[in-house]
């Protein structure tokens, strides 16, 4: 079993639709989790980061972890062609500042 | 502001040769740094990290090496590459004391021939 499972899609939506994209995770330890939007052939470029079990908004997105399910999730309302990309979830401990990776979402808006 | 550089953005080698790829951040001191390789289709390895110069830690044993001669530079080295060590080579930073947050830089695309 992956430390970090998240389902790859493809995940195809109509432009202004809710993007709803999540993460499960084994070790019930993490306390940091973190979404990254990665474009093809390009960096990872962080999109939010919480602490803990809660929900974050930033704009357009919302962070949302259940530390008691071990489930986390990023939602992107009114969603733009622009959002298109792969979407990856990390996350770890608190005396650890190594990232477990997901395997990564990739996101079409069609306009 | 903090900026990261890596270079070259492509490279094609062929199997046997040697390997340098280097990373530089700007704007902060003292960094962590990580090399991670991203496969096709697949999540992010982290190959090697380090708390600072000549500090470097393994995650994978593999035909790469990884060195930190001074505080901002990064550097992933191989004497030989393999047909496997094709892939996307990412570069991060983070703060040395208290974040978990890691930054990217643009990544070098390596095709071993």
């Known amino acids: 079993q992956k430390e970090v499972e998240q389902d790859p899609g493809p995940l195809s939506v109509p432009e202004g639709a809710i993007v709803s994209l999540n993460c499960t995770y084994s070790?019930?330890?993490?306390?940091?989790f973190m979404w990254y939007r990665q474009y093809s052939r390009k960096g990872p470029e962080l999109l939010m980061y919480?602490?803990?079990?809660g929900n974050k908004e930033d704009g357009r997105f919302t962070a949302q972890v259940d530390k008691s399910s071990k489930y986390i999730s990023l939602f992107i309302r009114d969603s733009q062609p622009s959002d298109s990309a792969t979407y990856l979830c990390?996350?770890?401990?608190?005396?650890?500042?190594?990232?477990?990776f997901g395997a990564g979402t990739t996101v079409t808006v069609r306009a | 502001s903090q900026t990261i550089h890596q270079w070259p953005a492509t490279l094609v080698q062929p199997v046997g040769s040697p390997l340098s790829l280097e990373c530089t951040v700007e704007?902060?001191?003292?960094?962590?740094l990580y090399w991670y390789r991203q496969a096709a289709g697949r999540g992010l390895q982290l190959l090697f990290y380090?708390?600072?110069?000549?500090?470097i830690s393994s995650e994978v044993p593999q035909n790469l090496s990884a060195s930190r001669p001074q505080d901002r530079q990064f550097i992933l080295s191989s004497k030989k590459l393999l047909l496997s060590d094709s892939g996307f080579y990412l570069c991060?930073?983070?703060?040395?004391?208290?974040?978990?947050?890691?930054?990217f830089g643009p990544g070098t695309r390596l095709t071993v021939l």
């Open positions: 070790n019930s330890a993490f306390q940091y």
């Open positions: 919480t602490y803990s079990s």
């Open positions: 704007g902060t001191s003292n960094p962590n």
């Open positions: 990390a996350m770890s401990l608190t005396n650890d500042y190594k990232l477990s």
């Open positions: 380090s708390v600072g110069i000549g500090q």
């Open positions: 991060a930073w983070s703060a040395l004391a208290g974040s978990h947050e890691q930054f």
